[in-house]
């Protein structure tokens, strides 16, 4: 079955440090998008593709970067690892727009 | 600036209650409204509503959406321990960029 994967599934990193979390999907779907879950914010938009080579800024982007080299694959990276990114990330693709986005199992981030 | 709210925040109830989840929304270029139930990990999806007062139905699970009020209500008929979850709200706006609300944590108590 087609589906989506996030790794790692925990982290635990200092702040400074590059952080990059991998998404994986083999629905071959053209959006793909990571959000941040913290508590009282639900859940809200970092980055998103629409294809590939192409990418988006979402509500909450400072500090993070994604790059869309194949269909599959959307990695985010921390480019220099703050304490208030520690969070619970999200990785969702959909198949195009008006289509409910599938999510990932997420990855727990802690920055210490 | 785009928001979407909703209420209670949280909810207990007893098996068998009927329970009623709101959410508004203030969005430019509404697309969407979806609700996703989310229980341990992934958010899984329920229903996608784009159209005033058609109502999506799933089971025990139904759901409308008010454009002139710019709100949605979820309902669960004959709750159940496994409707405990999260319950999320995300309005699609400006080409496909999805705002969510903060969601309402239900609890079902046998």
């Known amino acids: 079955d087609a589906e989506i994967t996030q790794s790692p599934r925990h982290k635990i990193t200092e702040t400074g440090r590059q952080v990059t979390l991998a998404c994986h999907q083999t629905?071959?779907?053209?959006?793909m998008f990571w959000y941040r879950q913290d508590l009282g914010h639900g859940l809200r938009l970092i980055h998103y593709?629409?294809?590939?080579?192409?990418?988006n800024k979402g509500e909450v982007s400072d500090g993070y970067s994604v790059s869309r080299s194949n269909t599959e694959d959307l990695p985010l990276t921390l480019e220099s690892a703050a304490s208030s990114q520690t969070s619970v990330y999200f990785c969702?693709?959909?198949?195009?727009?008006?289509?409910?986005?599938?999510f990932g199992d997420g990855t727990r981030l802690s920055i210490l | 600036e785009d928001k979407v709210v909703q209420s209670p925040l949280s909810l207990v109830v007893h098996e068998g209650d009927t329970v009623t989840l709101n959410c508004s929304y203030e969005?430019?270029?509404?697309?969407?409204l979806l609700w996703y139930k989310q229980e341990k990990k992934a958010p899984t999806f329920l229903f996608m509503l784009?159209?005033?007062?058609i109502e999506k139905k799933s089971g025990r699970l139904s759901s409308i959406l008010d454009k002139k009020e710019l709100s949605s209500i979820l309902n669960i008929t004959a709750t159940q321990t496994g409707d405990s979850a999260i319950y999320l709200c995300?309005?699609?706006?400006?080409?496909?960029?999805?705002?969510f609300g903060a969601g309402t944590r239900l609890t079902v108590k046998p």
């Open positions: 969702a693709s959909s198949e195009t727009f008006n289509q409910p986005q599938h």
């Open positions: 629905w071959n779907h053209n959006n």
């Open positions: 593709s629409y294809g590939v080579h192409d990418t």
């Open positions: 969005v430019t270029n509404f697309r969407s």
């Open positions: 784009t159209s005033s007062g």
């Open positions: 995300a309005v699609e706006h400006n080409n496909n960029d999805m705002r």
